[in-house]
């Protein structure tokens, strides 16, 4: 089957410009990740849905950053008034439930310029 | 905080050695622990996911250990392959009460033909 889409794959933004990241999940899983990895470094976890509340949205590194959900599944993570620092690859994975195996998708590189 | 590492940064070895791959945990209070690899310009695969009463898990020749108290999980790889190479990460999950993954930053394996 499908497995997890996001779109687009590459952004390039000028700074101060709002972005909209997108993630289709795989169909039926409930749990849904965002996370950063900044060039040669770890990942960074930024937000967990579970339908479509989020009750861990503690890796939102600022009020720029919002995310939402529309049931149990597309997902769009949203940059307001970007910065140079936001630039990295967004990656979204999906799962059936907390702690299960996680599936990702191929990431949004985002460039900042 | 729990803060996961991951240790060789990198790692060079002729085909058909078998090797291991060490990821340590400073807070031994985890849900789980998964391994992944990364291949470049891709997203992330899930190897294997160790709940934390288990001591073990094995896919074909991958094996992943856990040893809770200690904090450390290993990934054994057998019989290494060109197709091996990639970066390797670890992610582990608190108990109740929290959904994010802490990841570490990874061993870049590379499996010389």
């Known amino acids: 089957g499908a497995g997890v889409s996001q779109s687009p794959s590459n952004k390039v933004t000028e700074k101060g410009k709002d972005v909209e990241l997108r993630c289709d999940p795989i169909s039926g899983h409930t749990a849904l990740y965002w996370y950063r990895q900044r060039l040669g470094q770890g990942l960074e976890f930024l937000i967990y849905?579970?339908?479509?509340?989020?009750?861990?949205k503690s890796g939102l590194p600022s009020d720029r950053f919002s995310a939402e959900r529309t049931g149990e599944s597309v997902s769009t993570l949203t940059i307001q008034r970007t910065q140079q620092e936001d630039s990295a690859v967004y990656l979204c994975?999906?799962?059936?439930?907390?702690?299960?195996?996680?599936?990702f998708g191929p990431g949004t590189r985002l460039t900042v310029l | 905080k729990q803060e996961v590492t991951q240790i060789p940064a990198a790692l060079s070895v002729p085909e058909g050695e078998n090797l291991v791959l060490n990821c340590s945990f400073t807070?031994?209070?985890?849900?789980?622990l998964q391994w992944f690899r990364q291949d470049p310009g891709k997203g992330l695969t899930s190897l294997l996911l160790i709940q934390s009463s288990q001591r073990e898990q094995t896919s074909g020749r991958l094996n992943a250990s856990l040893d809770k108290s200690s904090g450390r999980s290993t990934l054994y790889i057998a019989a290494s392959q060109p197709g091996d190479s990639a970066t390797y990460l670890c992610a582990v999950m608190g108990t109740s009460g929290t959904y994010k993954y802490i990841f570490g930053t990874g061993t870049r394996l590379k499996v010389l033909a």
């Open positions: 849905f579970q339908g479509n509340s989020a009750p861990d």
């Open positions: 807070d031994s209070a985890i849900y789980n």
């Open positions: 994975a999906s799962s059936t439930g907390r702690g299960d195996t996680q599936y």
